[in-house]
């Protein structure tokens, strides 16, 4: 019994953009809203299944969808007979997400941008807070309440994170 399990997200072609080093070889990071495909290879008279994150069955080899949040975790894809029977994973893990903080009155805030891009990569950062410019800094020290967009940019593309403040 021999499987193999693939994946990319679509636009990616490089494996070391899309998740940033220290993550497994079997990672990948895509970001809401990113197309994924995964496929389960397995010899053409095997039986296989692939268990989604949800513990679904899922009874299609190649699997396509757009990423929501209820999407990440694990997929594993087993082929078997009556003999053996052999698994790979692939795991689909959120690099970064919106986040909130919560202030008390008059608190100030520190912000980290923590794209999912690998850090000596990184060509720029900019910040914008409620939609307007507002730094060149990777990290924002004592900010008040607002939405705050860090983008990052390298040879690569760009990243985003968004940090609401209240």
């Known amino acids: 019994?021999?499987?193999?399990?693939?994946?990319?997200?679509?636009?990616?072609?490089?494996?070391?953009?899309?998740?940033?080093?220290?993550?497994?070889?079997?990672?990948?990071?895509?970001?809401?809203?990113?197309?994924?495909?995964?496929n389960c290879s397995i010899n053409y008279n095997n039986s296989y299944n692939i268990i989604s994150p949800n513990s679904s069955i899922v009874t299609n080899?190649?699997?396509?969808?757009?990423?929501?949040?209820?999407?990440?975790?694990?997929y594993t894809c087993t082929s078997?007979?009556?003999?053996?029977?052999?698994?790979?994973?692939?795991?689909?893990?959120?690099?970064?997400?919106?986040s909130s903080i919560c202030l008390a009155t008059g608190s100030l805030a520190n912000i980290f941008c923590m794209p999912c891009v690998e850090e000596k990569t990184v060509t720029s950062y900019t910040w914008?807070?409620?939609?307007?410019?507002?730094?060149?800094?990777?990290?924002?020290?004592?900010?008040?309440p607002g939405t705050y967009v860090c983008t990052v940019r390298n040879?690569?593309?760009?990243?985003?994170?968004?940090t609401r403040v209240v």
């Open 128 to 144: 914008y807070k409620n939609g307007v410019f507002f730094s060149n800094n990777r990290n924002l020290i004592d900010v008040g």
């Open 155 to 162: 040879h690569a593309g760009s990243d985003s994170q968004i």
């Open 1 to 38: 019994v021999t499987s193999t399990f693939t994946g990319f997200i679509n636009g990616e072609t490089n494996r070391s953009t899309q998740c940033p080093p220290g993550n497994p070889l079997n990672a990948l990071c895509p970001r809401i809203g990113q197309q994924v495909n995964l």
């Open 80 to 98: 078997y007979n009556d003999c053996n029977e052999v698994s790979n994973t692939i795991i689909l893990k959120q690099c970064n997400s919106p």
């Open 61 to 74: 080899r190649n699997l396509s969808f757009i990423m929501k949040p209820t999407d990440f975790g694990s």
